[in-house]
């Protein structure tokens, strides 16, 4: 079995909770929270968009598209975390968000990088 490597400097955490009757969106039903520690934003975000850029990650799913009011067939990635029944902890289920690292996909080999940019000037670098 390899190491663990963190994906994240600090965890962060996800919980299921239950809504109470006064609820403004949906009384009484459930709500997902992530809670994602501010030093761990940027390296979640890379965690997803490595997902993303994996194909082999890809799977499609059927979601609601709330302009055309019906489904609609989209590629998506799958980020899961363990769960935890909250019933002595929490309000519901519950876990950690603490993915593993992982290696990006290797950019294609044909891929040329153009020495210069057409149209750049020198004097227009902005920094």
């Given at each position: 079995m390899s190491e663990y490597i963190a994906a994240l400097p600090v965890n962060g955490k996800w919980s299921v909770y239950e809504n109470g009757p006064d609820?403004?969106?949906k009384p009484n039903g459930k709500r997902?929270?992530?809670?994602?520690?501010?030093?761990s934003v940027a390296a979640y975000a890379q965690y997803l968009m490595t997902l993303a850029d994996d194909t082999s990650k890809h799977k499609d799913m059927n979601v609601w598209d709330f302009a055309a009011?019906?489904?609609?067939?989209?590629?998506?990635?799958?980020?899961s975390h363990n769960a935890k029944d909250g019933a002595t902890d929490d309000d519901g289920w519950y876990g950690s968000i603490a993915p593993a690292a992982l290696t990006p996909p290797a950019a294609p080999q044909n891929c040329q990088m153009p020495s210069t940019l057409q149209g750049s000037n020198d004097n227009d670098i902005p920094f």
């Open positions: 609820h403004e969106y997902l929270v992530l809670k994602i520690p501010v030093e009011k019906q489904t609609k067939s989209v590629k998506c990635i799958n980020v």
